[in-house]
Structures are given as structure tokens and as C-alpha cells.
């Protein structure tokens, strides 16, 4: 069975940082492109970052650019977030995707995470 296991969250203050890491397996991890998703509560699941499957740029959604990096490790099948100068707005369940692209944006096939917890609060 396909997995994708987050860990990492939990409760930072606000300046703090923190790691996620998405472990993958069962599937050829190095043939997704990996993004990491967030939702707040009462609020639409939101991009937060993404890497392609091997190569090519990143993508940050505007409210972390600069705070936030996106980074995978083929050899191990783990994609990570590191988390810097974190917010309280940072606050929400955040999810990591794989996807296999074929063309532009078009995927075949596509995993989600269970969703790993981040609380940023004094």
C-alpha cells in the first residue's frame, strides 16, 4: 500500500522553526513532483511550496518566500519543509502530495498524507 507519512509538527513559538518531513514508499518517489499543502481551520487547503520530481525550480506560495524552503532526497524518498521565523498565521494542518506529471500540470496519478499538525503560539 502506498504511503506518505508527515512528521515534524507540533507547537513553536512565534520566530521558531521547525522541520517536516514527508517519508514516501511503495512508488517511485523520484518520478513526483512533491508539494506541501496547508489549511487553517474554517479555512481552503492552500499551496505552500513545490519541488519537481528531479531538477527544475521550486515554488513558494507569496506568504512564505523567504521564510519557508522546500527540499526532497531521492535516495531516501523524503521530502522536507524547513520552516523558519515561523507565525502565528502559520498555524494549520499541513499535508504533503506527491504527483506524477505527464504534461505541464497534468498528473496520472496522485498520494496525499495524513496531515501533520503545526501550532505556532506564545
Known amino acids: 500500500q502506498v504511503q506518505l507519512v508527515e512528521s515534524g509538527g507540533g507547537l513553536v513559538q512565534p520566530g521558531g522553526s521547525l522541520r517536516l518531513s514527508c517519508a514516501a514508499s511503495?512508488?517511485?518517489?523520484?518520478?513526483?513532483?512533491m508539494t506541501w499543502y496547508r489549511q487553517a481551520p474554517g479555512k481552503e487547503r492552500e499551496l505552500v511550496a513545490s519541488?519537481?520530481?528531479?531538477?527544475?525550480?521550486?515554488n513558494y506560495a507569496d506568504s512564505v518566500k523567504g521564510r519557508f524552503t522546500i527540499s526532497r532526497d531521492n535516495d531516501k524518498n523524503t521530502a522536507y519543509l524547513q520552516m523558519n521565523s515561523l507565525k502565528p498565521e502559520d498555524t494549520a494542518v499541513y499535508y504533503c502530495n506527491a504527483r506524477r506529471l505527464y504534461s505541464g500540470s497534468a498528473y496520472d496519478a496522485e498520494y496525499w498524507g495524513q496531515g501533520t499538525q503545526v501550532t505556532v503560539s506564545s
Open positions: 519541488i519537481p520530481a528531479v531538477g527544475g525550480n521550486t
Open positions: 511503495r512508488f517511485t518517489f523520484s518520478s513526483y513532483a
